[in-house]
């Protein structure tokens, strides 16, 4: 049973972002993304840089990367890699025009003297991947349906020594597991179920019978790409039903405006990779 008012602990968390002063929408290859639709670049600096300063300010470190010209959709830093136990397993981009990021976050991988596992299986990374380090001794959750291919779900099993729990997306505006589903400290999650198979949901409802069930308009509304360190929810602005449950849950939300990463299919979450030794 989940307890209203439970004491939540927050746990100092290491990040990795990327400054979006080369994002623009130039193709789409998401249904959110309109090459139609003016983006302001500095703008979403600045939003950018208000979510960095945000973590910051809860006391977590972040680590930058590099952005490159060319590589309009390297803000999303979730996706270059997923990092479990001191180990990244790098990405393989679905589409050729983010391919050359999974490069870039390699070498940062390789630099700072991660222990670096090359895919060869495609997965984009965080965005498919999430990890639970106090579910079931330490789960993987993990999305495929639009970008990540189940192989590469045995891949990260292999890679990391993680059991990865398979689960299938079925509804495009929730192409990635991390628009879908969130995990909120170390053993639980909220989510959206209509983002899943009926099978998948089955699965999710046996092993998180006290997640957070977030609602079609939140969902919509980017609300589940969170990110949280065990107290303190750092999510989109306009999931306010979202910031209630959380709320009454015993976690502090924090929203942040990230309006113009929106119109590339992104929030938080995606700007944000975890670090985890
Ligand atoms: N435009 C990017 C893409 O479609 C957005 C990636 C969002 N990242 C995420 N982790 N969901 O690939």
Redesign the pocket.
């Known amino acids: 049973m989940v307890t209203v008012n439970q004491q939540r602990v927050s746990r100092k968390r290491t990040y990795l972002m990327c400054s979006p002063e080369h994002f623009a929408v130039e193709y789409a290859?998401?249904p959110w993304?309109d090459v139609t639709t003016p983006v302001d670049a500095d703008l979403a600096v600045k939003q950018w840089d208000r979510l960095r300063e945000t973590l910051v300010g809860l006391g977590h470190e972040v680590h930058l990367l590099t952005a490159e010209a060319g590589l309009p959709?390297m803000v999303?830093a979730?996706?270059g890699a997923f990092v479990v136990d001191g180990t990244a397993y790098g990405a393989r981009f679905k589409?050729e025009q983010?391919s050359a990021e999974a490069a870039a976050h390699r070498a940062f991988y390789e630099e700072q003297g991660w222990r670096f596992i090359a895919p060869s299986e495609t997965n984009?990374g965080?965005?498919d991947f999430a990890y639970l380090p106090e579910a079931h001794g330490g789960l993987i959750l993990a999305g495929h349906g639009f970008r990540t291919e189940p192989a590469a779900h045995a891949e990260a099993q292999e890679a990391l020594g993680r059991p990865v729990v398979s689960l299938r997306l079925v509804d495009p505006r929730f192409?990635?597991l991390?628009?879908a589903l969130a995990s909120i400290d170390d053993e639980n999650i909220v989510y959206y179920p209509g983002a899943f198979s009926a099978a998948s949901q089955k699965v999710l409802a046996q092993l998180f019978p006290d997640a957070i069930v977030a609602d079609d308009e939140d969902a919509l509304a980017f609300g589940l790409?969170l990110v949280s360190d065990g107290l303190n929810v750092v999510l989109n602005n306009e999931a306010t039903r979202l910031a209630g449950k959380l709320k009454a849950a015993g976690y502090h939300p924090v929203p942040v405006e990230l309006a113009e990463l929106k119109k590339?299919?992104?929030s938080v979450?995606?700007c944000i990779a975890e670090l985890r030794h």
């Open positions: 290859i998401n993304m959709d999303y979730a996706n589409h983010r984009e965080e965005g192409y990635h991390d628009v790409n590339g299919g992104g979450k995606c």
